[in-house]
């Protein structure tokens, strides 16, 4: 969306939504007789989630993997989401290999070893099922201190270099623990975070 294109968000992680509070939504979706109609962040960005269409936001969705796929089909095809540029979507990979026309994926991971073997599961998925990925982006990648600027590896060294070399993916961007991020997204205000670590994967997927 900063760089110009049309942005829409399909937050299909039924069991656990959190796409719409991150930006301050919290009406539920109305529909028309073309579909349901996004909501819209002030920036422009179309949001649609299973927490816009439920009463109340703590409502908790007991349904079937089955289920899960075939809702995460119609918010792409039931949704009147016009003219978009770029849809990302929020979703563990397979359901998303299954229910959607996906152009590429980007991986994200944390440092943590256990990481490693979600993370390869995740890419083998995805070129079994001829889908491009882009590349990696580590969360929690370090934490550094305000006082002295020391970089600490909380979680411990990263292997998302080893990970990275194994796969030939390049690591689009490392993400330290941000206390003013995580207070941004309480207040539903993300899109005034700071982006600027995630440029390069930005710019990378407008090229492709």
Known sequence: QKLGYKTAILDADVTGPSIPRAFGLH???VGSDDGMLPAETPE???VMSINLL???ETDPVIWRGPVIGGAVKQF????CWGDVDYMFVDLPPLTV??????D?????????????MIVSKAVNMARMMNVPVYGFVENYSYFQCPDCGKKVEIFGKSKLDELALQFSLPVLARLPIEPNVAAL??????????VSGLMPAAELMAKA
């Open 44 to 46: 422009g960005i179309k």
């Open 54 to 56: 439920l009463p109340n």
């Open 76 to 79: 792409w095809t039931d949704v």
């Open 27 to 29: 009406e539920q979706i």
């Open 97 to 102: 290999f299954q229910s959607l026309p996906v």
């Open 104 to 116: 590429g994926v980007v991986i994200v991971t944390s440092p943590q070893s256990l990481v490693s």
């Open 185 to 194: 997204f309480d207040a539903g205000s993300m899109a005034q975070a700071d």
